[in-house]
């Protein structure tokens, strides 16, 4: 059983975070690493992101609904947006990152597995995509409840559990000393006026999980540079330089979006 | 020959978890009378009392117990309750809370305790005001003589002491609901300084004042009741009721629409109320034709 273990989620064709995550992660002696889903949207070259999470040894990969709607040539992401402004950037990117993606890849998401199981030092560990019981339920910070963690945990056998889909990152300890954490996203900033993105590092070393965000930074200007050559929204663009989000704004709480600028 | 009459089987419906309690801690006392109302509520409509403060507490412990994830208190108007400061604390203690109002009651010192309670607790804190219109004309002919400015008012108060309520539209006016109902309450909103606009739009419900707010015609037809094979696995997710109860002074009931609906009550305790649902109103029919979530 190793001792540290890398989870990230969103990587939303940003195959420019995705390396330096992955080069973090190994270079600080994580033994496995997780992706909880959503490989496209929002970036550009979503076939750049396969070659880096196919076929390697220590990463294991898991559908979001962004994979399975792409898997399944649907005709939108089933992000679970409610706002027609939020729809309609979302729609922009969805039919981007369809029209780019490959078969080959296409069919690899079509046949992740949706949830990861295991055991770590005794504890039964769970790894999901919005929630356990949704695959497109959004687990923010400010809008769960203890009780409800709680109740997560009891009705789906866990002491840990990992979610991602909100793309920002979040860690709880409930007083029973169970945990639940959202990894948050590599592809995009964490609305935070930060141009770097976050992984989770669990280290397993000590008596109970130790939970850390580790910032990443890449070359968010290539970035930004080629989503506009690809004729992405400015809205992304700017995104990716500036750290706040300018779209996908209405599903944020209230405490949530009071930290944005927008 | 005999005609026979086709017979209504209503869908049934399981509480797949409770995600969201309601607490109904007005009743259906309101400091307005608006013509929409779906319960009918106004100054002097006391079928619903407001809830004592030991009725709040029970419910949000017995909610506690079944892992709820966030509170919703609503009425009537919330903020005519003498403890709705006590009861915000209480819901506040284990979850996130959305209070529903009018607006007009928020004055300065009400506005800072809101906000401050916004930036102190370490869950949601979250006010949805009503507003019908982008004009005096338009909300007003709805709501209530002057109640456009009141109600502005009391918004300007709480983006004054740094709140961003969202503003709740019921689609009365059909067009409001379009884009341009939209861009016209995002420009009305951001020239009263509110940076970053919050919407959430709502159908109407045809029963209580609304069904009479047009004579004889506005209530629901025979046909709009739903059927068992109306409902997929997605529709019965997408029902609130599916996730949702209320409670009022009065006892629980499947969600906020129903409250003055003769025989949706379910008992006198949020526990009662744990328990499948037949969604035979014709209420029901709006919320799985439109969508309709009552939740922000």
């Known amino acids: 059983m190793p001792d540290l273990i890398a989870l990230f989620g969103g990587v939303y064709n940003n195959y420019l975070s995705l390396k ?13 690493i997780y992706c909880l889903g959503d490989m496209g949207g929002f970036g550009p ?32 992401c089933a ?47 769970l790894l999901a995509h919005g929630s356990p019981r949704r695959v497109n339920e959004f687990l923010w910070e400010s809008t769960c409840s203890d009780a409800f963690l709680a109740h997560l945990l009891d009705a789906h056998g866990a002491d840990l559990l990992f979610v991602t889909h909100t793309g920002i990152p979040w860690h709880r300890r409930l007083p029973d000393g169970r945990q639940v954490i959202n990894v948050g996203a590599i592809g995009r900033p964490a609305n935070d006026g930060r141009t770097s993105v976050d992984y989770a590092l669990v280290d397993l070393s000590g008596d109970e999980p130790s939970v850390t965000f580790c910032p990443v930074s890449y070359d968010h200007h290539r970035l930004a540079n080629e989503m506009r050559e690809e004729g992405l929204p400015e809205e992304f663009a700017e995104t990716i330089l500036t750290g706040w989000w300018t779209t996908c704004l209405e599903i944020l709480p209230a405490k949530e979006r009071h930290r944005g600028r927008y | 020959m005999t005609a026979i009459e086709p017979v209504h089987t209503p869908p049934t419906l399981d509480l797949q978890h409770l995600d969201t309690l309601w607490l109904q801690v007005t009743g259906t006392l309101c400091n307005l009378a608006c013509l929409h109302c779906f319960i009918s509520c106004g100054p002097k409509n006391d079928s619903h009392e407001f809830m004592e403060l030991s009725q709040v507490q029970e419910a949000i412990n017995d909610a506690v117990a079944q892992g709820v994830k966030e509170f919703y208190f609503t009425g009537g108007e919330p903020f005519m309750h003498p403890e ?7 819901a506040l203690a284990h979850g996130p809370l959305t209070i529903l109002t009018n607006g007009i009651l928020i004055d300065d010192d009400l506005a800072r ?4 309670r916004f930036h102190q607790s370490r869950y949601s804190l979250d006010l949805r005001v009503s507003l019908d219109g982008t004009t005096p004309a338009e909300n007003d002919v709805i709501r209530g003589r002057n109640t456009f400015e009141k109600i502005l008012a009391g918004v300007d108060r709480l983006v004054a002491a740094g ?37 959430k739009f ?17 209530g629901y037809q025979p046909y709009e009741l739903l059927r068992e094979s109306d409902l997929d696995d997605d529709a019965r997710d997408a029902l609130q009721c599916s996730s949702c109860r209320m409670v009022t002074s009065k006892g629980s009931y499947p969600c906020p629409i129903l409250i003055e609906v003769e025989d949706a009550r379910m008992g006198d305790t949020l526990d009662d109320a744990l328990k499948p649902i037949e969604l035979n109103h014709p209420a029901c029919y709006t919320c799985f034709v439109e969508g309709v979530t009552c939740r922000t």
């Open chain 1, 20 to 32: 330096a995550t992955l080069d973090d992660a190994r270079r600080r002696g994580a033994h496995e």
């Open chain 1, 45 to 76: 070259h979503p076939d750049r992101v396969f070659p880096l999470l196919r076929d390697a040894k220590d990463l294991f990969v898991m559908q979001g609904n962004y994979d399975h709607s792409i898997g399944h040539r649907l005709d939108d």
């Open chain 1, 79 to 125: 992000c679970g947006y409610t706002d027609p402004r939020d729809n309609h950037f979302a729609q922009v990117s969805y039919d981007y990152t369809l029209a780019h993606t490959a078969d080959e890849h296409k069919d690899w998401l079509r046949d992740l597995p949706t949830h990861f199981r295991r055991q770590w030092r005794g504890r039964d560990v």
């Open chain 2, 84 to 90: 709705i400061r006590e009861m915000i604390d209480a």
């Open chain 2, 113 to 116: 305790w809101l906000a401050d």
């Open chain 2, 163 to 199: 709140l961003n309520p969202v503003i709740t539209v019921t689609t009365c006016h059909a067009e409001l609901g379009g884009a341009e109902g939209r861009a016209r309450f995002f420009d009305l909103l951001q020239s009263r300084g509110m940076d970053k606009p919050r919407l």
């Open chain 2, 202 to 218: 709502l159908s109407p419900f045809k029963i209580g004042r609304e069904e009479r707010r047009h004579g004889g015609d506005g």
